[in-house]
């Protein structure tokens, strides 16, 4: 199957840290992504993982990836309130094309 | 240059109208993606374009055609749409490349497309 699942909703205070998990069934993913997208815009890729790495770390960003439990997972350090928006995680699986699956998205709202 | 350039914005249309949503890049990317996107659920892929050829459609009604014109431009052509097609329509373009290689996808800011 291809689900793909996120938690609905996150709240942090700023400067706190946020992560925002995915879980997904399909274990022929070769590319994770994160996507983020802000009220009424497209999607901006934020970062990616292959699968057969386990840890990714880009500035304020840290991506987890579990292979055996079908876990991966995006830590955003020091959260701002600017980081408040809609993330999506999503897989491109082997043998499937370009086609990318996204999860049902997880809104993280930032409070001061 | 990494942007993907949807046109227009903002389209509002009634049930009987044809219109066009358009699309752009200019990063040689070979593979270009329809996506609709209802409000709060993510992007559902609707059509693929590898090499300016469909590769891949997802059971989409008749009544949204897509058009690949050449390797930088898609279209996606509406008529006699239903209320129900109210949604963010996004484009999207990737290299064309091996599966085991990454084809991170670029999107565009979409276009709001209200039916009435």
């Known amino acids: 199957g291809e689900d793909v699942e996120q938690s609905l909703f996150l709240s942090v205070r700023e400067g706190d840290s946020s992560v925002i998990n995915c879980t997904y069934t399909?274990?022929?993913?070769?590319?994770l992504y994160w996507y983020k997208q802000e009220p009424g815009a497209g999607l901006q890729l934020l970062t990616y993982?292959?699968?057969?790495?386990d840890m990714k770390q880009d500035q304020r960003l840290t991506v987890l990836l579990n292979k055996k439990d079908k876990h991966l997972s995006l830590r955003i350090a020091d959260t701002q309130t600017g980081d408040s928006a809609i993330y999506f995680c999503?897989?491109?699986?082997?043998?499937?094309?370009?086609?990318?699956?996204f999860g049902t998205g997880t809104q993280l709202k930032v409070e001061l | 240059d990494t942007e993907v350039t949807q046109t227009p914005k903002h389209l509002v249309m009634g049930m009987t109208n044809k219109k066009s949503l358009k699309c752009e890049q200019h990063m040689g990317h070979r593979a270009m993606y329809w996506y609709k996107q209802k409000a709060k659920k993510p992007p559902e892929l609707m059509f693929v374009?590898?090499?300016?050829?469909?590769?891949i459609n997802e059971s989409v009604p008749s009544r949204f055609s897509p058009e690949c014109p050449n390797s930088s431009l898609l279209n996606l052509h509406l008529h006699a749409l239903q209320p129900e097609d109210s949604a963010l329509y996004l484009c999207?373009?990737?290299?064309?490349?091996?599966?085991?290689?990454?084809?991170?996808?670029?999107f565009g800011q979409g276009t709001r497309l209200t039916v009435v």
């Open positions: 999207a373009s990737s290299l064309e490349v091996p599966v085991r290689m990454n084809t991170e996808a670029f």
């Open positions: 374009y590898s090499y300016e050829k469909l590769s």
């Open positions: 399909d274990s022929s993913s070769t590319y």
């Open positions: 999503a897989e491109r699986l082997t043998g499937g094309g370009n086609k990318l699956t």
């Open positions: 993982i292959f699968s057969n790495m």
